[in-house]
T-cell receptor
Framework: AQSVTQLGSHVSVSEGALVLLRCNYS??????LFWYVQYPNQGLQLLLK??????LVKGINGFEAEFKKSETSFHLTKPSAHMSDAAEYFC??????????????FGTGTQLKVEL | SQTIHQWPATLVQPVGSPLSLECTVE??????LYWYRQAAGRGLQLLFY??????ISSEVPQNLSASRPQDRQFILSSKKLLLSDSGFYLCAWSRDRGTEAFFGQGTRLTVV
């Protein structure tokens, strides 16, 4: 079964500083990986995804992530944090379900705080 | 473009009362549909998924059920709510195997 580990349930950065949110996965097959962002009392919004091809993936709002197979990692980064980036971030891996569809297995989330 | 609607946004229900949460998708056909529950500090847990009308699979045993009466409609139900059913419920859809899921805005359910 797939699994995802997000290191650090809370991360705090200064505005303008580098954002680094860590995600490690476990998968028996080539994984499909995703990062989602969630603002308070809202649904999840897709930031970026890795399926195949280029290992450095660019997403919305200036975020990017790099798939490193040797490290089983998919860390999320942004060069310069903005106050509006404060939210909860979830890493997820996709697993094919019996009969079709796909199950996203999520990490427990990282709450990002951006300080002035 | 595709959109997903989920309602109500918030709900407070007494223990033992029934539940019906509805989700509809627009702008696509034959989507895969999902119900997730989010508990504080525990990430998201897949409850049910459906790959077609009338086809429902349950991921975890629980007090809830799901139905898909139409291609783009997914309903989460309970006959008698428990306190432990409180949480944030999210409906989602996806196209094909392995692709990303798109989420609704969620329903905050509080059972009192």
């Amino acid at each position: 079964a797939q699994s995802v580990t997000q290191l650090g349930s809370h991360v705090s950065v200064s505005e303008g500083a580098l954002v680094l949110l860590r995600c490690n996965y476990s998968s028996s097959v080539p994984p499909y990986l995703f990062w989602y962002v969630q603002y308070p009392n809202q649904g999840l919004q897709l930031l970026l995804k890795y399926t195949t091809g280029a290992t450095l993936v660019k997403g919305i709002n200036g975020f990017e992530a790099e798939f490193k197979k040797s490290e089983t990692s998919f860390h999320l980064t942004k060069p310069s944090a903005h106050m509006s980036d404060a939210a909860e971030y979830f890493c997820a891996v996709s697993d094919i379900l019996t009969g079709g569809g796909n199950k996203l297995t999520f990490g427990t989330g990282t709450q990002l705080k951006v300080e002035l | 473009s595709q959109t997903i609607h989920q309602w109500p946004a918030t709900l407070v229900q007494p223990v033992g009362s029934p539940l019906s949460l509805e989700c509809t998708v627009e702008g696509t056909s034959n989507p895969n549909l999902y119900w997730y529950r989010q508990a504080a500090g525990r990430g998201l847990q897949l409850l049910f998924y459906s790959v077609g009308i009338g086809q429902i699979s349950s991921e975890v045993p629980q007090n809830l059920s799901a139905s898909r009466p139409q291609d783009r409609q997914f309903i989460l139900s309970s006959k008698k709510l428990l306190l432990s059913d409180s949480g944030f419920y999210l409906c989602a859809w996806s196209r094909d195997r392995g692709t990303e899921a798109f989420f609704g805005q969620g329903t905050r359910l509080t059972v009192v």
